[in-house]
């Protein structure tokens, strides 16, 4: 056992059974290679590399990495932080048309991994994770509840997500201080094109109407829609970001930048 590092975010899954279950959650298809953020001592690793031939796991600690050599050798183990990882340049390398991404995430990072897995969406299959329990209720959240926002709207407008089960704190080394979930996010065959719009415009819409989630949309858009020189649609003037589904952001974007 290594001793476990807290800036690293590493709380150690001790339990057979809860291992069994979250490996057993992932559904690759027959093409797709599995990927494993954070392997650390290999709680899931074992079981995964056992299944999957086409599989290859991310760690940052060096620690863990030389461990998981000798543990498990002829497992690709790629020592980094998964935050610099190329999914395409993995994908080709791993030979897969799609990823099906799996792990313990370090709590630290997650929104910036979720980010980074759905920029790469079309190189996406599946993710299964777990996260801390509050963060994985803001993605499958509905419009109108206070943990509806970017994270929920990000997640939705490419994939279906869904909170398998939630975690005890026991079953983990040292016990984390937060409760925690596991999600899988399921990413269709063929991507949803958003009426062309650009992707960053979408996610920077979304980000200055909840940045300032409380005023009207005619408010905490001002600075976008003065730089376009246009106005809001009518319908949208007077409501707020929480009010607006995942898919109203991306008519709202059509519109901006049809009228600009
Ligand atoms: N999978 C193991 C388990 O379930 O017992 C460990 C999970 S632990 C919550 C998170 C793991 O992610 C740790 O091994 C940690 O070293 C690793 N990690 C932290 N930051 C990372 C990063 N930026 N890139 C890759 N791995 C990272």
Redesign the pocket.
């Known amino acids: 056992m290594l001793k476990p590092?807290k800036r690293?975010?590493?709380?150690?899954?001790q339990d057979p059974n809860t291992i069994r279950k979250i490996v057993d959650a992932i559904t690759p298809a027959a093409e797709d290679a599995v990927v494993?953020?954070?392997?650390?001592?290999g709680?899931?690793?074992g079981l995964l590399s056992q299944r999957y031939h086409r599989f290859s796991a991310?760690?940052?600690?060096p620690r863990?990495a030389e461990l998981l050599r000798e543990t498990l050798p002829g497992v690709d183990i790629i020592e980094?932080?998964?935050?610099d990882v190329s999914w395409a340049d993995l994908a080709t390398r791993l030979e897969a048309p799609r990823l099906c991404v799996i792990?313990?995430?370090?709590?630290y990072?997650t929104s910036q991994i979720l980010f980074s897995l759905l920029d790469a969406a079309p190189l996406i299959s599946e993710v299964v994770i777990m996260m801390q329990y509050e963060v994985a209720a803001r993605l499958i959240a509905s419009p109108r509840t206070k943990e509806y926002g970017i994270l929920s709207v990000a997640v939705q407008l490419s994939a279906t997500p869904k909170l398998l089960f939630p975690v005890s704190r026991n079953v983990f080394y040292p016990r984390p201080d937060v409760r925690s979930a596991v999600v899988r996010l399921s990413f269709p065959e063929k991507l949803e094109e958003h009426g062309g719009v650009d992707p960053k415009f979408l996610r920077r819409l979304v980000r200055m109407a909840f940045n300032q989630r409380r005023k009207t949309l005619r408010n905490s858009l001002s600075a976008l829609t003065a730089e376009l020189g246009v106005a809001l649609p009518e319908n949208v003037t007077s409501r707020r970001a929480e009010e607006l589904a995942p898919e109203d952001f991306v008519d709202l974007a059509v519109y901006l930048l049809r009228t600009a």
């Open positions: 590092i690293l975010g590493q709380n150690f899954l494993e953020i954070g392997p650390g001592t709680a899931l690793t991310i760690e940052i600690d863990a980094g932080d998964v935050l792990g313990n995430l370090p709590y990072i």
